[in-house]
């Protein structure tokens, strides 16, 4: 990992500004961003994809807090799911290269993928059969990518309180060029990367759904 980077943001909806924050590489050297602490844990990750998304995505919380005007120094931001020392709920997503941070003031939770070819037969495995038939419908291009964004942000959202994303219910309100809008979460699509985003407060988890045996 190179000490020195030069910032590049990935474009967000307008709408999720000051509550999420898309990063491909950081501003400056580690030493102004992360604790010693914070160094020496991203250090004891073996894998160097590991530990470069372990970093850029925490730089993303930190700086997304300082924006909504956390004012101290950046080293000093603690990052431990769920919450900031100040209260604020954050979520954190990572996929090849790329990392996504939200911060809110109620629980929040993000997802971002980096644009692959995903067999749309995968859906059986995190999706009930009404919402297999509703991405079916969906004309957005990687719209299973969408579906998954959107189910792993809702999952993220809930504190992971269901083992499996089958068991977080989507129901799809309108579709865009680049974008699909659930009750509580909006995905969006921009250049290589499909994102998602919680709005509002944490939708009520199906315990009834059935599990899937594969
Ligand atoms: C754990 C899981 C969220 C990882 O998702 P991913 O797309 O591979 O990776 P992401 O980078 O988007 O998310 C990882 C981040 O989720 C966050 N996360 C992990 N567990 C979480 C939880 N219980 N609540 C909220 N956020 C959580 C962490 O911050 C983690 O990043 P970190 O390890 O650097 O701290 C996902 O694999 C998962 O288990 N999803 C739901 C369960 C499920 O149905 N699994 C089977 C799918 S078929």
């Known amino acids: 990992m190179h000490n020195e980077w030069v910032v590049t943001f990935v474009a967000i909806p307008e709408s999720w500004r000051g509550r999420a924050l898309v990063v491909e590489s950081m501003e400056g050297a580690l030493e102004e961003w992360f604790s010693e602490t914070e160094i020496a844990e991203a250090a004891a990750l073996v894998r160097l994809r590991r530990r470069e998304e372990w970093l850029l995505s925490r730089y993303a919380v930190k700086r997304l807090a300082m924006a909504r005007g956390v004012p101290i120094d950046p080293r000093a931001i603690v990052i431990r799911r769920p919450r900031l020392a100040n209260g604020s709920w954050i979520s954190i ?10 911060v809110d003031d109620t629980p929040v939770g993000i997802d971002v993928e980096r644009l692959r070819p995903v067999d749309e037969r995968v859906a059986r495995h995190f999706m009930v059969e009404d919402e297999i038939a509703e991405m079916r419908g969906c004309r957005i291009p990687n719209r299973i990518l969408h579906w998954w964004c959107a189910k792993e942000a809702a999952w993220k959202q809930q504190g992971g309180a269901t083992r499996f994303l089958k068991q977080v219910p989507l129901r799809l309100e309108a579709e865009s060029e680049t974008a699909l ?8 699509a921009a250049g290589e990367f499909v994102m998602a985003l ?17």
């Open 198 to 214: 919680t709005v509002g407060s944490p939708a009520p988890r199906d315990e009834a759904t059935t599990l899937p045996t594969s």
């Open 93 to 102: 997503s990572h996929s090849r290269g790329v990392a996504a941070a939200a």
């Open 181 to 188: 809008h659930f009750g509580n979460v909006e995905t969006h």
